[in-house]
Every structure is written in structure tokens, then in C-alpha cells.
């Protein structure tokens, strides 16, 4: 017996049609002693439609005095999708129950729109699966301490199946999704990328933070934390995917790296002329933080020992790159800095592993590679866990390739 | 400072001007003391989407089985009216919450797709009164002790709020509607017909049950057990409408009778030339009754003493008659009875009042009033506080006007 967490997302159930060939294809593997527990996403432009009634009332929806009450329109999604899916599988003689992310016991704090799962108390959905349902669960929410309803952030429905998985202490959470596995590069960049058979959550955690998109980190960190096994696979095949676990159970899956990360969404602020004197860097770094914006990798060099002047080369995500604009604006004239650039074409690309900690030329490997491509390197940051550099956006794709040769070349 | 409940039906609610629309109105009319609870229905049409949609899974989306997921699908509706209503005077500027059934503490038996409120807990509605916000409600649903979502029955919004007028002990719950109250005969017939400014409790029941179409006698008799004031009024006007409540307060609105009502959705039938032996009732209307088919009038009469035959006559709803044409032709089988006759050309006209118990004149009054209108008596039934009779479907205009005349010409 297995007890499986299997999650959906919003694209897998995007019709009445495809709610029933998500059912077929469960019903299809279940074991008749396997206990199961579907987690899905709002059917298809659900969401976005909700939004749009919004929009009817004030264009401006997401005003923090509305934000609870969108939690309450945007949690009918997925309690539509649980229905229809509960129904489809009765419609195979399968009995099934749909719950609410509030009925699951799923707790979060009252960050409405962007909630933490707090805790879980999976009572009822043990029972349920206990009578021999397979039990539906509505992702992406929760109730806070009042019974609210509440929307998890960003990839909130991996998070509440995975958080689920672990509190039911269930054998393993599917992730299903539109790609197969996790990549060692991004497969649509680089042609003889390999999927994996397994990845560490840290490495995992390393390579969603430096740009692979398929899984959010914080999916991930709870998933570390219940210590479930996370296994990404498609929902168009029947293949295994990638599992996410603890420790690497296969000797022969060990590379030096497991692979190689990029992210596009990277833009530089260079300051230039600035006094070094102390304190300048924190009254930069605190401006930025004031207005919510996340610095990555950041380089302070000494031009000029004798006038003891300096730059500051930053970098920021591109979204937030205006907003970034104005700030340092200000502050560049308040500390007399002589220049400030700006440079959108940049790009990250970073290698992962938990091995290279005990191979001391990996970094030097990745600096050949990226020299024989002709591709030059702006900015370096280390992790023990990995190695990333800035370089010119327009060289990324060969920047990739050239790497991940290095490394993964038979 | 008063505490009402009013209630908004779907097509006050149907898109989102309709949503702002109903908030102004409310805005306008409160007092700056005044406590609100406002229940809705879902939006327009949203109802008859989801149903569609539970369609793509099976077309039968009725079935037994089906019924609690029904339930978990239907009552995203009012959770999205409650959402968009709230944000709406949040947008004026009033605090306003909205809650679903199930927080609003509406507990339901579980009988899905057609529950009866049980007990509500109003803590949580009335500790956001107290905030001094406008409380949204979504009408039509509550959960049951498992806490699953549960609609209630046809007329259940108006049967959520007036049940809630009476567990938060209101001043009033205002019923908003497209008639602007209930009228001493349906104005669509009858041209003359007045509308009333108070009705009590019982009469409003026997009105409702005798066809008169505006409130569902559930929510009536909910009313009377917590002797709330229900207003049932107009959604387009303010003007004031009708009150039902226990007793008149306004002397001057006493009249023999307080309406006429009619009903279409009845059929006869006749079953001929049965032996009147002890039990035959019972046989026949055993397995009307098992079959779930109500019978409103029943005679028997005596044809033949000396052959000791009897002929029975019954009225049911007009949508139950195929199926009780079949029990029926079984029984008379088996009864050995000579014929059944079905007429599905009949109406039923009656006249309520609780003033008719003394005046001993009232029944013979309407019987005139349809002579002079040419109009043949087929059955009579009378109560408490009511007298019917069952006549030609096509001459219920007639019938209607020249009764209504009777009572209430100046």
C-alpha cells in the first residue's frame, strides 16, 4: 500500500474533458489498496476571470483593503475544479470527496492573497481516505485563525501538496506538470540537457533560486522540512520523472554538478565614484530593502586607492529595475556619486551541485568553458553549493551550452 | 438604531453595476447607527454556468451521488457575489466583510442539494457588526455537521435571511424583489388589485400555499416561529411595501378576506366505478404517496347506493402528472376499477382570510361571485382560514376578477 499525494495544476484541468482524463489516467495507475490524495489548481483562466469581475467593481483589485475579500472570490476556483473532479472519478464507480483548502486543515497566517501554511491538521482527510475515497483537495488556500479564507503566493498549490504530503507522512507527493522531469539546463536552451533521476532538496533549492523554473523554492523547503519525497513528472506520459529527496539513493546518478542554471530577469546598477567611506554601503543597500527590492549579487571594487574612492556594481531583478532606478537616483546625489549606469542586457547563469564541494576546479572549469565561448564574465558569486556569473544577455544561450558541455559531456 | 437583514435575489445582483448599484442603495438609505446584514443570492445566471459545467461531467449531474459535490460546486456562487458586494462598499468607503454560510454559522442537516437550516450561531456576524461593518452573507447555503457546504431547498435565500433576521433577534428583514409587495390578487390578472401594507404570518402560509408565488411558505413559517417582521418590497423603488408579521397593527387595513390566489400547476384526476369497500382510499393514495406525489383535494362521492360504487376525485400538481397517471393505472387494475379520467384543464382560485372564521358568509360570497361569471365549480375545499375551488383551467381570468371584485370593490 501507498499513500500518494498527486498534484495538478490549473492547465490539466482547464476543461470538463480533461477533469475526466485526469481521473482515467489516476484510476489507471491506482493499486486497489493505494490510498490517494488529489491536490489541483482552479481550472484554466478560472482565476483570471475571477480577476475580472473584480476589475467590474474597482479597477484596482488588489488595494490592500480588498485583499481579503479577493481571497474569498479566487478561493471559488479551485473548489469548482474539486467538485468536477470528485465527480468525474463517482462517474468511475470510484468514490471520491472534494475538500476545501479550510476543511483540510490547511492553517495559514492572514497574509491574504500572498499566505504562509502555517500548519496542517490532515484529520478529516484521513478519515475520508480511510472510508476508501480518494480525497480531492483544493491547492493554493488555506484558512487563517478566523476561518478566513486565504490564498497561498506564487506556486502555492505545489507548496499545499507538498505540505499535505508531509503532514499525512505520505510516501511520496507527484507533482504533475507540463515538462518531465528537472533538466541539468533548461532543454528548450540546451539540446542534450539530461533529465535527472533524483536531485538533493538543497540543490534543488539552489538551482530554483538561481532561475530553474519548474519548482518554487518554497515548495521545496517544505518538502525538506517533512523530509517527502517530490517527484516531477509529466501529465502528458506515463515516464518517471525527476524525484526530489534527501540523499541520492542511485551511486551512479553522482556528477561533480547536477547542473546548470540560468535566469534572464537580471539587471546591473553600477555606482560610480563613490567615497569609501564606512556606512555607504549600507545606506544604499537599506534604501533598497525601504522599497521592497532584493539585490543579488553585489561587488563593491576600489578604483582608486590614493583618492580612496569606489564603485558599487549591484545586481536587481529587471522587473524591478525602475522602481530601482528612482531610489538610487536619490541616493547617488546624497553620497556625491559621479555616475550611475544602468545595463539591461545581462544575464546569470550558475552551476549546482552538492559535489563540488570536494572538487576544488570546478569553478575553474566553468570560467574555461565560458572563455572558450568567447563569453565574458562581468561578475562572480559563490554558494558552497554553487558558482554563478554575470555575463552579457546576448551570449546566454552559448554560455549555457559551452557549460553544461563542460560538465555533462560523455 | 435599528439591526435589519436584507436579502438581494440574483437578478439584483447580476453583473457588476447590478453589485454596485445594490450598495448604493443600501448606503443611502442607512442610517449612520444602523447595523446591516446583507444576504445575496449568487450572480444572474452563475448558477445555471456551474450546473453546464457539472454537465461536461455527467450529464445527469443530479444523481444521488453527485448531490454533496453539487453542493461544494453551488455554492461558489454566493461566495462570489458576497466577495464583490463587500469590496463594492469598500469601494464607498463603508468596512464591510463577507461570510459564507458555513461562517456565518448556518447549520444545515444534511440532505444536499435541498437541506433545512437547523440552528444558526451568529457570533462571528454579529462581532463584525459590532466592528461596525456591513456583513455580507451568502444566502442559499449553510454546512452541516460535518461542516460540508449544503444549499437549501427552492425560496432558501430568502429562507437564510430571514432565518438569520431571527438569531441576530432583527428589527426587520427586508426581502427585495421585482414585485413591490403582496398584492390582494395577482396584479398581472387582476388589474384592480391593491396591495396590501400588512399580512400576518398564517395568512401569507395559506396565500403561498395556495399558489401565490411571491415567498416560499418555508421562509414564512421560519418568520413566524421567530416572529421577525418580514418586508417584502421592490428592488427598482423605495417605496414601502408589505409587512408579514403575527398581527395587524393598522386597524383600517381589515377587510373579509386579505387576497385571492390561484394556481395553474394542478391536474385531476378521476378513477370510476370503484367498489366501496374499507381500505380503497388507503390503496390509492399509499402508492400516490410513495411514489413522492402530493395530492391537494380529494372528494369521493357515491354514485350508486345499491351497487355500493364510488367514484374518487383528486387533485396534484400539474409536473407530477405522468407520473401518477402511471401508479394510478396499476392501482385501478388491481382495484378493478371501470375508468381514469385525467383533466389537465383546471386551475384552483381561492380566497384567504383570517377574518372569513366570523363571517359565516364569506364561502357563498365567492361561489356567487362565480356563478355571475359563468364560471362551473368542479371541487371545493375549505380550511381554517381559506376556500377553494377547482374550476375550468381557461376561465381562471374571469374567475380571479369577478371573486376579487366581490371582496374588495369600494
Redesign the interface.
Known amino acids: 500500500m501507498a499513500l500518494v499525494v498527486k498534484k495538478f495544476g490549473g492547465s490539466s484541468v482547464a ?3 480533461k ?2 482524463a485526469v481521473a482515467e489516467r489516476i484510476l489507471g495507475e491506482k493499486k486497489p489498496e493505494d490510498k490517494i490524495v488529489v491536490v489541483v489548481s482552479a481550472m484554466g483562466d478560472t482565476t483570471d476571470e ?1 480577476i475580472a ?2 476589475e ?3 479597477k484596482e ?1 488588489y488595494k490592500a ?2 485583499l ?3 481571497d ?2 479566487l ?2 476556483g479551485e ?2 475544479s ?3 473532479l ?3 472519478f ?2 468511475f464507480g470510484q468514490a471520491a ?2 475538500l ?1 483548502g479550510s ?1 483540510v486543515g490547511v492553517k495559514t497566517n492572514s497574509v491574504h492573497t500572498k499566505g504562509k501554511i502555517l500548519d496542517i491538521n490532515p484529520e ?1 482527510v484521513l478519515e475520508e481516505l480511510n472510508k476508501g475515497k480518494i480525497v480531492v483537495v483544493a491547492g493554493f488556500q488555506g484558512a487563517d485563525n478566523l ?2 479564507p486565504v490564498t497561498l503566493g506564487r506556486g502555492g498549490s505545489d507548496a499545499s501538496a507538498v505540505a499535505l504530503a508531509g503532514a499525512l507522512h505520505a510516501d511520496e507527493c507527484e507533482i504533475f506538470t507540463d515538462v518531465d522531469g528537472i533538466y541539468s539546463a533548461d532543454p528548450r536552451i540546451v539540446k542534450t540537457a539530461r533529465k535527472m533521476t533524483e536531485i538533493t532538496y538543497r540543490e534543488m533549492l539552489e538551482m530554483a533560486r538561481l532561475g530553474a523554473g519548474v519548482m518554487q523554492p518554497r515548495s521545496v523547503e517544505i518538502g525538506h522540512y517533512f523530509n517527502i519525497p517530490i517527484h516531477v513528472r509529466s501529465t502528458f506520459s506515463d515516464k518517471i520523472g525527476t524525484v526530489i529527496r534527501e540523499a541520492y539513493t542511485l551511486e551512479d546518478t553522482y556528477f561533480e554538478i547536477r547542473g546548470v542554471a540560468h535566469d534572464r530577469n537580471v539587471a546591473k546598477i553600477a555606482i560610480l565614484g563613490v567615497d569609501n567611506t564606512p556606512g555607504i554601503a549600507h545606506k544604499i543597500f537599506s534604501a533598497l530593502a525601504d522599497a521592497n527590492i532584493s539585490v543579488d549579487m553585489i561587488v563593491q571594487s576600489i578604483r582608486n586607492l590614493d583618492k580612496n574612492i569606489t564603485d558599487m556594481v549591484f545586481t536587481i531583478e529587471k522587473s524591478d529595475l525602475s522602481m530601482a532606478k528612482k531610489v538610487i537616483d536619490k541616493i547617488a546625489e546624497k553620497i556625491n556619486a559621479s555616475t550611475v549606469l544602468v545595463e539591461e542586457d545581462v544575464a546569470k547563469v550558475s552551476i549546482v551541485g552538492a559535489g563540488m564541494v570536494g572538487s576544488p576546479g570546478v569553478a575553474a572549469k566553468m570560467f574555461g568553458a565560458l572563455a572558450r565561448a568567447g563569453v565574458n564574465i562581468d561578475i562572480i558569486s559563490t554558494s558552497e553549493i554553487s558558482v554563478s556569473c554575470l555575463i552579457k544577455g546576448s551570449q546566454l544561450v552559448e554560455a549555457v551550452n559551452s557549460v553544461h558541455d563542460e560538465f555533462f559531456r560523455d
Open positions: 476543461t470538463t474533458e477533469i475526466l475571477l469581475l473584480a467590474g467593481i474597482d483589485p483593503t480588498y481579503r475579500e479577493m474569498m472570490l478561493t471559488t473548489q469548482i474539486i467538485s468536477l470528485a465527480m468525474a463517482q462517474k470527496i472534494s476545501t476543511m478529516r476561518g478566513d
